[in-house]
């Protein structure tokens, strides 16, 4: 009896050690360019070139940040991008939501060719549809006009609609048909019906899809560099921030070199990312249950 | 009103889903319908725009497909390495994130610290942020500093050499061999495109009933048994639905190699519109085929359970 207790103490411990090891490798390794990027971002120009040292820096200094701060505009382009993600947020939540419940709750004819549709606005390569619709755009003078793009999330042809009208009508097919039938016997109309009673249950669901819109507006770079040319975007910004600061100090007559350039661009993208990361750490729950509920309702 | 009166109850209801589908309709036909025509238009054409006349289209007709397959050498090579690529990435997504699931599926101390950093890359490395890395020349170095101080690890291709040593040892046949070597170059990349994956996989193992498992280990089932014989089958839609979910996210990734000579082309120095067009139309249909094949495997080999989609 003994020397069973003794195994099985001893197989428990084993299993939790291999677990341990592969759960905290996996971790590192996602976590490990976040590391280099905050390694990296605290160094002085001497301690880059110093080889010595990987992590760890013997002066380190705050400069580089200020200066990626700078070259990105970041207050101006911070609030842009806010803003924009926000409106592109509701905008997306009030269309994907429409159409979700539309295609969850009710039954009409044509709706396996409606869900062709959505299903095909996801396969279909962004790219595939960019020539015409930059030239549509263009030709309407919506270019660099913030408009067009939440256009595209107000009627649900946007980035990765298809993706949350289809976890939105799974979960509307989800609901019981009770439900709906308590609030007809009750003499509440159709519309009443929606938003009083079926989509206070989605309140979970719809703060997912808001925040992935957000996020995945945040770090867009597809539609963002197609509609906007010259508008003061984080995203924009981010991804010329090594050559805007090359040309700064080739400006200011000051030599430069492409270890600075790239810790610029580091500095840049951590400064980019921060905002996203913060709002994940305390959002998290909405984020994973999203998917979660697509995953259990299938 | 009156009309709306006569109706039948079920034609009401249809007609009320139908309206909240006119934005969507809308901006389908206006942003997606709209635009995918043209595109197939240009890409029988040749666009140039001119000063005072606009876009010009001057027809080519099917110049641009025949290019495409005689001619074009570096578009095959780059669909042909990108179809390679999926077949290392899809199946070890799948089977990865099917493995961390059962792991974290099981109650220990820092689980859900785990669950927030596997999920992590779906917020920190989309879009911009996946170009600003792979680009990067600072990260690079820093690492190559870090692999010189450890002796074991003198450079990568260093330790690739030892790993290969001793599955030749292991008399592994060079085919799969090959395909272990790109699974390991590729570890970083399965990673990170396994967020969504996991967490739906997770969520699908959750919404097994455990008295299941507790009848199999009342009639005597042991783990491996268990989840060849209980796990698996119940997620199996699932892990369809996580393959189909990782062919379309790597296919339309914008750091696609496919993708990038697209954008070279169309927007590069060349401008070439039409011929563009012409390159996502075959890349669309390879895709529409992959979807296809993977369907039909899944749906002929009744590996699935339980499949409604």
């Not at chain 1, 400069?63 to 409106?87: G, I, R």
């Not at chain 2, 101080?149 to 060079?174: H, V």
């Not at chain 2, 119940?234 to 296919?251: H, K, Q, T």
Request: proline share 3%.
């Amino acid at each position: 009896m003994n020397t069973l207790a003794i195994r099985n103490e001893a197989r428990k411990l084993t299993v939790s050690i291999i677990r341990a090891t592969l759960i905290i490798g996996v971790c590192f390794t996602i976590l490990y360019p976040l590391l280099l990027k905050f390694a990296i971002c605290f160094k002085s120009p001497e301690d880059l070139l110093d080889s010595s040292m990987a992590f760890l820096s013997r002066n380190p200094t705050l400069e580089t940040l200020k200066t990626a701060y700078k070259m990105m505009n970041y207050t101006e382009s911070f609030w842009n991008t806010a803003l924009l993600c926000t409106l592109s947020g509701l905008f997306h939540v009030i269309s994907c939501t429409l159409v979700g419940y539309s295609m969850g709750r009710y039954k009409y004819k044509l709706k396996s060719i409606i869900f062709g549709f959505v299903i095909m606005t996801l396969i279909v390569p962004p790219q595939v549809i960019s020539i015409p619709m930059y030239l549509f755009f263009g030709n309407m003078s919506l270019i660099d006009n913030p408009v067009s793009l939440l256009l595209l999330y107000l009627t649900g042809n946007s980035l990765k609609s298809g993706l949350y009208i289809y976890l939105l009508t799974q979960f509307f097919r989800s609901l019981p048909k009770e439900l709906e039938e308590a609030a007809l016997v009750d003499g509440a109309g159709e519309l009443k019906t929606m938003f009083f009673v079926m989509l206070p249950n989605a309140r979970l669901m719809m703060i997912t899809v808001f925040l992935f819109t957000f996020v995945w507006q945040w770090t867009d770079i597809f539609y963002t560099s197609m509609f906007f040319k010259n508008y003061e975007l984080l995203s924009l910004n981010l991804g010329v921030v090594g050559s805007t600061y090359h040309q700064y100090m080739y400006n200011l007559k000051l030599p430069t070199h492409p270890m600075l350039i790239s810790q610029m661009n580091n500095a840049g993208s951590l400064l980019f990312i921060l905002p996203l990361i913060l709002i994940y750490l305390i959002c998290n729950k909405y984020f994973v249950q999203g998917v979660e509920r697509s995953g259990i309702v299938g | 009103m009156k009309l709306l009166d006569n109706m039948s109850l079920k034609r009401k209801k249809s007609i009320f889903g139908y309206l909240l589908l006119i934005p969507f309709l809308i901006g389908f036909a206006l942003f997606f319908g709209l635009p995918v025509i043209q595109s197939l238009i240009f890409s029988f054409n040749n666009i140039s725009s001119e000063v005072g006349k606009g876009v010009v289209y001057k027809s080519v007709g099917f110049n641009h497909y025949t290019r495409l397959f005689t001619s074009d050498v570096e578009f095959r090579e780059r669909l042909v390495s990108n179809a390679v690529d999926l077949y290392v990435k899809v199946p070890m997504i799948v089977i990865y994130s099917l493995f961390i699931a059962v792991v974290l599926n099981k109650k220990f101390r820092g689980r859900n610290f785990a669950k927030v950093i596997f999920f992590l890359p779906v917020i920190i490395t989309s879009g911009v942020m996946l170009s600003m890395e792979s680009s990067d020349y600072l990260l690079h170095t820093v690492q190559n500093t870090i692999s010189q101080g450890n002796e074991l690890l003198e450079t990568n291709n260093a330790a690739f050499i030892d790993i290969k040593t001793i599955f030749l040892r292991m008399q592994i046949s060079e085919k799969i061999l090959q395909y272990l070597m790109a699974i390991i170059q590729k570890f970083y990349d399965i990673v990170i495109s396994s967020g969504v994956t996991i967490t739906l996989l997770l969520a699908a193992l959750q919404s097994i009933s455990p008295s299941v498992y507790e009848s199999a280990a009342i009639e005597g089932a042991t783990a491996w048994e268990t989840f060849w014989k209980i796990t698996l089958p119940l997620v199996s839609p699932y892990v369809f639905m996580c393959a189909i979910y990782a062919i379309i996210d790597s296919f339309t990734n914008s750091s696609n190699r496919v993708i990038e000579y697209i954008m070279d082309t169309a927007y590069g120095s060349s401008l070439n519109y039409g011929y563009a067009s012409a390159m996502t139309w075959i890349y669309f249909i390879v895709i529409a085929l992959f979807l296809a094949v993977i369907g039909g495997l899944f749906a002929r080999s009744r590996v699935i359970f339980y499949y409604d989609i």
